[in-house]
């Protein structure tokens, strides 16, 4: 009966263990600094093996598991969940922010009705949204 591998390249193993939907996020992540093995940044061909502590951003949330076991083929998320496990401090911070996410209010959402023109210039500013170059200055 043939085993696993013990390692597995790092975006590999982030797809699989289904941190982000493709392989190809996952290489843009680890390149743009959001992944580290222990403290050091990683590169995507970076082996992975059980036993590795990775920091894993994903918007404004992030992970900081241990890795059980690695697989290099993505398989049901209930699978996926065995190839790691998160610490408790990750998990106890993680939650606090989301809740804290929940508990504040949108942006514009002390504004009473539907925002005028200048209430949503306004928004959008405060957000950092850009100008559509079409529309002019």
Request: proline letters at 7%; zero cysteines.
């Amino acid at each position: 009966m043939a085993e696993g591998p013990d390692r597995v390249r790092l975006d590999k193993w982030l797809w699989a263990a289904r941190f982000f939907k493709t392989r190809r996020l996952a290489v843009e992540a680890i390149q743009g600094g959001k992944v580290r093995i222990g403290d050091a940044p990683a590169k995507p061909a970076k082996d992975v093996r059980a036993g590795d502590r990775l920091t894993i951003t994903s918007g404004q949330t992030t992970w900081t598991v241990d890795v059980l076991g690695v697989n290099e083929h993505r398989r049901p998320a209930s699978e996926a969940q065995l190839l790691y496990e998160e610490t408790p401090e990750s998990r106890e911070l993680r939650e606090r922010r989301a809740s804290e996410r929940r508990a504040a209010p949108p942006l514009g959402a002390d504004l009473p009705g539907r925002p005028s023109k200048r209430d949503r210039r306004q928004i959008e500013s405060l957000r950092g949204a850009r100008r559509d170059p079409r529309r002019g200055a």
